[in-house]
């Protein structure tokens, strides 16, 4: 006779409510933080609540992990509910694809179509000459509609570091999980834990970039159109890269209590996949945005 094997189903939880809380504080104090901000990088409350928005989603997370980790580590999971873990993780990254690749598509399109455009490329019609009469069609874009101009920030130097160190990170995470299916918890540990700083490095070198882009080149989120995509797609690459080592950390202190085999890690490959995803699309950030 056939058994029929379990199919856990986690009792009603709160935090997808507090996740959609935080998010709303993150979106609604970065509008009114980005609409108050003045030349000087100075913003009004908006600053205030979008802290709290962040604190609000690292405290759905920190909970969120802990529930999921103990029913995991109770045995509750059947293999089952490992396949739709892993369907999930794979969707949610195609949603984060589609999401990068809605910047991309408009930053093609501007580059493509409205800068040519605007510069008269199209001769069936001269609606640029009372637009922008005086439109230099090229890109990047260092002046704006006001008058104002800026500097292009350029491929070599920091954002060049920061491809070399997500490169490096990709293969010292990859290393560390061949360490983790052969069962070699030291090895494990050791390229894990490079990960994390390569990671961390990456973030402070960004820091640095965007300090540089204010103070010294005049590249603001004010800066035109250029600035706008710049900011929007950098930006928002950062944040995964954030949330991928918040991510990495979370592994890595599971690991030091004894947590993963060889044959059963799936939060690890999460990770990993996840991580591996963020490395490629600073790739493309680095090709289209630095290079090109």
Known sequence: MSTHEHYYVPAQSGWPIVGAIGLFLIAFGAGHYV???DTYGHGGWGIYVLLAGIATILYMIT???RT???ESMTGLYSSQMDRSFRQGM???IFSEVMFFGAFFGALFF???FSVPWLGGEFHYTSTHEFLWPNFVAEWPLVKTPKGDTTQAM????LPLYNTIILLVSSVTLHFAHVALEKGKRS???AWLAATIVLGLCFLYLQAHEYIHAYTELGLTLESGVYGNTFFMLTGFH?????????FLITLFIRILKGHFSPDKHFAFQAGSWYWHFVDVVWLCLFVFVYVL
């Open 68 to 70: 999921v980790i103990n």
């Open 238 to 246: 950062g944040l995964h890269v954030t949330i991928g080592t918040i």
């Open 90 to 92: 794979s969707w949610f």
């Open 63 to 65: 909970g969120w992990f």
């Open 35 to 37: 609409a108050q901000i």
């Open 110 to 112: 501007i580059r493509m």
């Open 187 to 189: 090895a494990l540990k």
């Open 154 to 157: 350029p491929w070599h130097g």
